[in-house]
T-cell receptor, first 108, second 112 residues
Framework: GIQVEQSPPDLILQEGANSTLRCNFSDSVNNLQWFHQNPWGQLINLFYIPSGTKQNGRLSATTVATERYSLLYISSSQTTDSGVYFCAVDTGRRALTFGSGTRLQVQP | NAGVTQTPKFRILKIGQSMTLQCTQDMNHNYMYWYRQDPGMGLKLIYYSVGAGITDKGEVPNGYNVSRSTTEDFPLRLELAAPSQTSVYFC???????????FGPGTRLLVL
């Protein structure tokens, strides 16, 4: 099956810093989503982005489907950004295959 | 809309017991999914359904059963609970024309 690799696995930032999270996938995908899992375990949709670039406030994402990777940018990080960020791809049966996540800790 | 709701939020089972995790969505979505998340890991697909009366296995179906008698409900049944089924279970749904999957709040299950 498709492999989804995220890097870095762990990231510690000071409040106000910027960061880039990466997601590599091993095959063509129909769908790619980014999620934030907050410290209470809730999964929050960030982006549906099979290709191109999208922005939502301090967050933006870019997917280069031909090169099989996606990037999530977090600017001016806040403590509320802490949690785990997951990349997930749809391999064609409309279900998602998840990466192992990037655990982000933003310190005040 | 309440979105995707799951009950219970937390449950402790003894080895060999059975239980049903409930999932309901009020968005009239055709596609519904069950995932499990083990500590420190991403989510893995257990079962999914493309519509009422149609279900199929995902990556880790052993020890679980599902049914889909209505569009709204997609219960997950655990028979003969084992410690390896200790996990957080997420239900999700997706519409036919919208690609975003929406997730419920999760059910935390502990099997002792």
């Amino acid at each position: 099956g498709i492999q989804v690799e995220q890097s870095p696995p762990d990231l510690i930032l000071q409040e106000g810093a910027n960061s880039t999270l990466r997601c590599n996938f091993s095959d063509s995908v129909n769908n790619l989503q980014w999620f934030h899992q907050n410290p209470w375990g809730q999964l929050i949709n960030l982006f549906y982005i099979p290709s191109g670039t999208k922005q939502n406030g301090r967050l933006s994402a870019t997917t280069v489907a031909t090169e099989r990777y996606s990037l999530l940018y977090i600017s001016s990080s806040q403590t509320t950004d802490s949690g785990v960020y997951f990349c997930a791809v749809d391999t064609g049966r409309r279900a998602l295959t998840f990466g192992s996540g990037t655990r982000l800790q933003v310190q005040p | 809309n309440a979105g995707v709701t799951q009950t219970p939020k937390f449950r402790i089972l003894k080895i060999g017991q059975s239980m049903t995790l409930q999932c309901t969505q009020d968005m009239n979505h055709n596609y519904m999914y069950w995932y499990r998340q083990d500590p420190g890991m991403g989510l893995k697909l257990i079962y999914y359904s493309v519509g009422a009366g149609i279900t199929d296995k995902g990556e880790v179906p052993n020890g679980y059963n599902v049914s889909r008698s209505t569009t709204e409900d997609f219960p997950l049944r655990l028979e003969l609970a084992a410690p390896s089924q200790t996990s957080v279970y997420f239900c999700a749904s997706r519409g036919a024309n919208k690609e975003t999957q929406y997730f419920g709040p999760g059910t935390r299950l502990l099997v002792l």
